[in-house]
């Protein structure tokens, strides 16, 4: 998985807890990125990192927040969780933006149920 | 109407066959086109990665893109049950940062 883990692999929680999510990188890639997989709708991007400390929302963003104090850590927060952020939710890298440097590469993923 | 269109199936095929799987997208800013591959509780993994128009090959998988028709499509030969997974289209502009996916489409290879 290119140098990507994500940490748990499983989790189950109960609403209204707080839930936080790791991805781990040892590619030194720039570019890192949330996404939930639900059926029916895909992939869908949560928010993205470009950089340390800086980040931006994707297109399902609300409920959801982010940090990246360095290069290989991405954190996805859930600050306090629903049934509705029941998914599996991938972590992504790439080394760049714009054209030929935003074939991304995906981590195991994380299994999330929120009860 | 969702920028990538992509039919999820499953389509079901028996082994040797020719797969093509297709998709078609409404932003004609994109330039780039990705497939990648999903096994059943796996990560996406990057299969092919085509720049405009044209046809690239990989062994047994072919990409080709038609940015007129605004279609691309992905062509397996002699298709093996350890081809069975969901496959999923993705492309992006020139600029930006954040790819575009298509829901993906379930293939089984059957013996």
């Known amino acids: 998985d290119a140098g990507i883990t994500q940490s748990p692999r499983h989790k189950v929680t109960e609403t209204g807890t707080p839930v936080t999510l790791r991805c781990h990188q040892t590619?030194?890639?720039?570019?890192m990125y949330w996404y939930r997989q639900d059926p029916g709708h895909g992939l869908r991007l949560i928010h993205y990192?470009?950089?340390?400390?800086?980040?931006d929302k994707g297109e399902v963003s609300d409920g959801y927040s982010v940090s990246r104090s360095k290069t290989e850590d991405f954190l996805l927060t859930l600050e306090s969780a629903t049934s509705s952020q029941t998914s599996v939710y991938f972590c992504?890298?790439?080394?760049?933006?714009?054209?030929?440097?935003?074939?991304?590469?995906f981590g195991p993923g994380t299994r999330l149920t929120v009860l | 109407q969702k920028e990538v269109e992509q039919d999820p199936g499953p389509l079901s095929v028996p082994e040797g066959a020719i797969v093509s799987l297709n998709c078609t997208y409404s932003?004609?800013?994109?330039?780039?086109f990705m497939w990648y591959r999903q096994y059943s509780r796996k990560g996406p993994e990057l299969l092919m990665y085509?720049?405009?128009?044209g046809n690239k090959e990989d062994g047994r998988f072919t990409a080709q893109v038609d940015k007129s028709s605004k279609y691309i499509s992905l062509f397996i030969r002699d298709s093996q049950p350890s081809d069975s997974a969901t496959y999923l289209c993705?492309?992006?502009?020139?600029?930006?940062?954040?790819?575009?996916f298509g829901t993906g489409t379930r293939l089984q290879v059957t013996l």
């Open positions: 992504a890298i790439s080394g760049g933006a714009g054209g030929p440097y935003n074939e991304q590469f």
């Open positions: 590619e030194n890639h720039r570019y």
């Open positions: 990192s470009y950089g340390v400390k800086d980040t």
């Open positions: 932003n004609s800013a994109f330039q780039y």
């Open positions: 085509t720049y405009s128009s």
């Open positions: 993705a492309m992006i502009t020139g600029t930006a940062s954040k790819l575009t």
